[in-house]
């Protein structure tokens, strides 16, 4: 399995982003789907999760009402929609496959494949 990430870039504070996540060599079906953040100095933080089917969600309070996790197994992908961003949303951001289908947890542990990452820069 392989992950994708794609869609960063820089946009002014207040501004929208949205990230895509392709998944190859398996079924997107089969997993649970996680973005974590990492900034400069930072450990990686979760920011979002959604189960297999779509119809569960997790975020992380600093971005809960802002972002919005998504998914479309037929098209082996997975979006972020980031919305009111902030400079403190800077960062790389990763998607991961999870090991269970409905794992929507915070722990990076149980993640099973990574992207490489895209980097959001939001300036003041």
């Known amino acids: 399995v392989q992950l994708q990430a794609s869609g960063g870039g820089l946009v002014q504070a207040g501004g929208s982003l949205s990230l895509s996540c392709a998944l190859s060599g398996g079924s997107l079906s089969s997993y649970a789907m996680g973005w974590f953040r990492q900034a400069p100095g930072k450990e990686r933080e979760f920011v979002a999760a959604i189960v297999w089917s779509g119809t569960s969600t997790n975020y992380a309070d600093s971005v809960k009402g802002r972002f919005a996790i998504s998914r479309d197994n037929a098209k082996n992908t997975v979006y972020l929609q980031m919305n009111s961003l902030k400079t403190e949303d800077t960062a790389v951001y990763f998607c991961?496959?999870?090991?269970?289908?409905?794992?929507?947890?915070?722990?990076?542990?149980?993640?099973?494949?990574w992207g490489q990452g895209t980097q959001v820069t939001v300036s003041s």
């Open positions: 991961a496959a999870g090991g269970h289908p409905y794992y929507t947890g915070t722990s990076a542990a149980n993640y099973n494949y």
